[in-house]
C-alpha cells in the first residue's frame, strides 16, 4: 500500500517568514495530493490540492509543488501569519473514490 | 455551504460496551470515508462507501462494521469497546462524478469518542 512521509514534524518560523513542508510518497499510481489544516479539535480542512498532470499550484499565500519523477510533494506558505498556526497534513491517492493516505504531519508554529 | 455533519461530538462509553457514529455527508455527495486519529496520530483509514456497497476497507478492527443508508448517510458501529478504542472519528465525503468532476474529500468535525 502507499505510503506517504512528511517532513519535519515540527516547525517554527517568525511571522511573515515562510513555511516549507515536504512529503514523499511510495507508490507510482498515486495521482491525487490534498494538503490539509488541522487546527485543535477539529476535522482536517482542504486547503489545496494538486494532480499529476500539474508540476505546481498557488492560491495566495499557499503554492503546492510536485516532482512526480521523485515522487515527493511540498508545500509552501509565504508571509505566514498567527492564525496559519495549526497541524498540516500532506496526502496521497489514486484519485476517483480512492482513499488518501496521510503523511504524519507536521505541527506549525508562527510567532508574532 | 453544507459541510458534513457529524454526531455525537462527543461519546463516553465504558470498555465493552457498544457505540454508533453518524455521518450526514455534503447534498449529493455519494461516497462517504470513515478515519481514526489517534493522540498525536495521522487520520488512519478505516472503511469507504459508494452508492451504500463497501467501496474499500482499511484497518479497521472486526469489531467494528459500517453501512451507507440510502440517503447517503453512513453509521459505524463499534462493539466490545477497548481502552485504545479512544479516538477521534472523521467522516469524509466526495462529490458525484457527473457534477463536478473533482474527488476532493471533505471531512466533518469528528466525534471524540473515550472509552474508560
Known amino acids: 500500500g502507499e505510503n506517504v512521509e512528511q517532513h519535519p514534524s515540527t516547525l517554527s518560523v517568525q511571522e511573515g517568514d515562510s513555511a516549507v513542508i515536504k512529503c514523499t510518497y511510495s507508490?507510482?499510481?498515486?495521482?491525487?495530493f490534498p494538503w490539509y489544516k488541522q487546527e485543535l479539535g477539529k476535522g482536517p480542512q482542504l486547503i489545496i490540492d494538486i494532480r499529476s498532470n500539474v508540476g505546481e499550484k498557488k492560491d495566495q499565500r499557499i503554492a503546492v509543488t510536485l516532482n512526480k519523477t521523485a515522487k515527493h510533494f511540498s508545500l509552501h506558505i509565504t508571509e505566514t501569519q498567527p492564525e496559519d498556526s495549526a497541524v498540516y497534513f500532506c496526502a496521497a491517492g489514486a484519485g476517483g473514490y480512492q482513499k488518501v493516505t496521510f503523511g504524519t504531519g507536521t505541527k506549525l508554529q508562527v510567532i508574532p | 455551504a453544507a459541510g458534513v455533519i457529524q454526531s455525537p461530538r462527543h461519546l463516553i462509553k465504558e470498555k465493552r460496551e457498544t457505540a454508533t457514529l453518524k455521518c450526514y455527508p455534503i447534498p449529493r455527495h455519494d461516497t462517504v470515508y470513515w478515519y481514526q486519529q489517534g493522540p498525536g496520530q495521522d487520520p488512519q483509514f478505516l472503511i469507504s462507501f459508494y452508492e451504500k456497497m463497501q467501496s474499500d476497507k482499511g484497518s479497521i478492527p472486526d469489531r467494528f462494521s459500517a453501512q451507507q443508508f440510502s440517503d447517503y448517510h453512513s453509521e459505524l458501529n463499534m462493539s466490545s469497546l477497548e481502552l485504545g478504542d479512544s479516538a477521534l472519528y472523521f467522516c469524509?465525503?466526495?462529490?458525484?462524478?457527473?457534477?463536478?468532476?473533482?474527488?476532493?474529500?471533505?471531512f466533518g468535525p469528528g466525534t471524540r469518542l473515550t472509552v474508560l
Open positions: 469524509a465525503s466526495t462529490t458525484r462524478p457527473w457534477a463536478d468532476r473533482t474527488d476532493t474529500q471533505y
Open positions: 507508490d507510482s499510481a498515486s495521482n491525487y
